[in-house]
Each structure stands twice: as C-alpha cells, then as structure tokens.
C-alpha cells in the first residue's frame, strides 16, 4: 500500500507483521514518543519503544550481548557512528536496498560520511536519521573582557586564549576523560589541518602540541581529564569556560540553561587556521539481522527517511535531521537552526575515524593522549602510539 505520505507499506498477514520494537536510548524522551505515535498512525504499526543504557560502553555491550546471542525481539536499533563501525562488519546488521533508501534519498546524506560508516563493501547498512555537527560555542562575557568581536580568525583565537580571565576561569574547556578526549583531539587535528590517520605529519603534531600548551599557559585546566561531555556543558553554563566545542545536539541542554543569548553563550564560526571543517557524527537505525519483523522495520526506516518523516521528526525533538536537503529548506523548529545551517553551508563535514573494535581505540587514544598531556611521555612517543591505534584498521 502507499499512504498518502507517499510511502510505500507492506501488509502483512501475520500479527507480528503489525508489530515493532525500536531499541534506542530515547525511550523515555516524550518527544520522540510523540513521532513515533504519529508513525504509527501513518504505517498501521504498532511500535514498541525499549531504552538502551545512556552510558557509551554499557550501551554497546547491551546491543553487542543483543546481537551475538540472535535475539528475535528486537527489531530495529539506534546506533551511533561508534557501533556502525563495529557491528557492520560483523554481520549483525541487515543489508538495505534500494526498497529502503533510494538513490534519492542516500544522496540527502553528507556524501563522505554516508559512504564511509553507513556502507560496507558497497552495501547499505544503516540510514541516518539524526545530525550533529561539531560547533564551537562561546561565552560573551569572556568575549567582551577580551576585546574581540568573534573567534573567527587565527589571530583573535590565540588572543582570546591568551586573555587572563581571572581565578578559576578559563578560557579553553573540555571533557578529556579517556573515552572522549578522542573528540576534541579528532577536532583539533582538523582545525590544524592534519590528518589524524598520519602521526608524520607536521600540523598532526602540532594540534595535540597545542593542546598541551593550553594546559601548561593556564588556559585550560587539568581537572577537566576526568569530565565527560556532562560535566563540561555544566561547567560552560555556570561559566567557568571562554568556548568549547561540543556537538549541535547539545543546543537543547544549552537553551534549557536559560544562558543561551547573544548575551550569554551561543554559536561562533569556528576560526579559519587552515581549511574549513569539522567533524560530524548521526544516530542512525539499523535492522537486527535476526529480526522476524523485517518489512515493518523497512516501513519505519522510509518514514523516518522521507521527506515528511525527516521534517516531523526534526520538529518533535528539536534537533537537525541527518538529511542536508531538509536541514538546508524543511521547515524546522530548531532552536538557532540558522547557525546549524550556517555550518553546514559554510564548513566541510568531515566523519570521525573509528577503528573495528571503536571503544577501544577511543580509550586507547584517550588514555595516550592524557600520559603525553601530563608530560609523562614524549611528543614521539605519542605519535608513535597513535599511529599503531589508528594502523589497526585503515579505509
């Protein structure tokens, strides 16, 4: 059947051919709730929601547990870039054609990342469903005590950084905890324009180089080794950071705040040193290969995939759709969508690089970045580690 979405439906005889159960870690979040009510209205299907842990590695070894033991009660799964990586290869996931995602459709997604963590062999195995851009968010108040209007060039970034802001207040914050420092050092290295595959390389080098020194200038503090991404948006709202980068998720946590204002702290351009980019990450959905419920996992991905799902579900949990055609025209009710859209119009989108086993490589990134970060190994030391992480898988 096609409904009047345009959306192509398959009935199906059997009651569990009705039927749906989505693992995802926005279970309990009303907003999505909300979309999944209206795909069930739009497909005949009722869906059943299950809450993966909210905790990174908890959560892949709950999907990994899941998958290796052939679990039939799981249908689809929301999986980030770290358990594509991982989970693709193996085998785990089903494969989907063009009855699921249309050449349409596939080239809505950021080309290069699309083809290097949702594609494996030149197979499909997963659809995006959810963008976040990795943004630079500044303080106005750190802004105006420094005497600059933005950070946008070379020169007033190393300024802004350089500004004694007083006790207990830094210019530079971050969540450097083993399992994501990996992020801000990813970030960096692109800022510079390395290539983090390549630890020769002299603006490689000189990224984590400078990541140093804002900890021995006092620029940044030690301290935030232990944060992960909670502890640093806390620390930025109550205002102890001059800028972060961080996701566009977080502009609901942000704008919940009540600090986000061009007064308060808000989106900047991310400073032009070399070339402009910056990472990207997606939540997307995948099909358990095990699943008995496959064509209505395949009717849930093509609504959340068109062009009326990608909108409505943008709108319902404020956030921006993977799909850069809706992000760029759709009308959204994102908070700040035109800075969102302002990166994706202006910056090359670069995916992160994840080896097949990603949280270990994360971690172990994480944990030769710190030793190297408090002076207990050398810059060789480093980039000879680095290499051997980033050597365990090359595409």
């Not at 999944?36 to 497909?43: G, H, I, R, W």
């Not at 968010?137 to 802001?165: M, T």
Request: net charge negative.
């Amino acid at each position: 059947m096609e409904n009047d979405s345009g959306i192509t439906e398959t009935t199906e005889t059997t009651e569990t051919g009705r039927e749906l159960t989505i693992l995802t870690p926005d279970a309990s979040v009303k907003e999505f709730q909300d979309f999944v009510e209206q795909a069930e209205k739009k497909l005949g299907i009722k869906i059943h929601l299950k809450a993966t842990a909210q905790d990174a590695e908890s959560r892949e070894a709950q999907i990994s547990n899941l998958l290796t033991s052939g679990n039939q009660d799981i249908d689809l799964i929301a999986i980030n870039d770290e358990m594509a990586s991982e989970f693709i290869p193996k085998g785990y996931l089903e494969p989907l054609g063009d009855d699921v995602l249309p050449e349409d459709i596939r080239s809505s997604f950021p080309e290069s990342y699309f083809q290097k963590v949702c594609t494996y062999n030149g197979t499909v195995y997963s659809a995006p469903y959810m963008l976040d851009i990795m943004m630079l968010w500044v303080n106005q108040e750190f802004l105006e005590e420094a005497g600059v209007s933005d950070l946008g060039s070379k020169d007033r970034y190393d300024h802004f950084l350089e500004y004694d802001y007083g006790r207990n207040r830094y210019a530079y914050g971050s969540a450097w905890e083993q399992s994501y420092a990996y992020n801000d050092l990813f970030q960096t290295v692109n800022l510079f324009g390395g290539n983090y595959l390549d630890w020769d390389d002299e603006n490689s080098r000189a990224a984590v180089q400078y990541l140093k020194e804002l900890l021995e200038n006092g620029q940044t503090p030690e301290d935030q080794m232990l944060d992960q991404y909670d502890q640093m948006e806390q620390k930025f709202i109550d205002g102890r950071y001059g800028c972060v980068y961080m996701y566009s998720g977080a502009m609901n946590i942000f704008l919940n705040s009540g600090k986000y204002s061009g007064k308060g702290i808000h989106v900047s351009n991310i400073p032009s040193f070399y070339e402009k980019r910056t990472i990207i990450a997606t939540w997307q959905l995948a099909i358990n290969h095990s699943s008995v419920r496959k064509e209505a996992a395949k009717a849930f991905i093509r609504y959340i995939t068109s062009d009326e799902g990608a909108e409505y579900y943008s709108n319902c949990v404020h956030r921006a759709p993977a799909r850069l055609d809706i992000l760029r025209k759709g009308r959204l009710d994102i908070p700040d969508i035109e800075a969102i859209r302002s990166y994706v119009n202006t910056y090359e989108l670069l995916p992160r690089y994840l080896t097949d086993n990603p949280m270990s490589g994360i971690k172990s990134m994480g944990t030769l970045f710190q030793k190297y970060i408090a002076g207990d190994i050398t810059m060789d030391s480093f980039c000879a580690g680095a290499q051997n992480i980033v050597d365990e898988r090359k595409s």
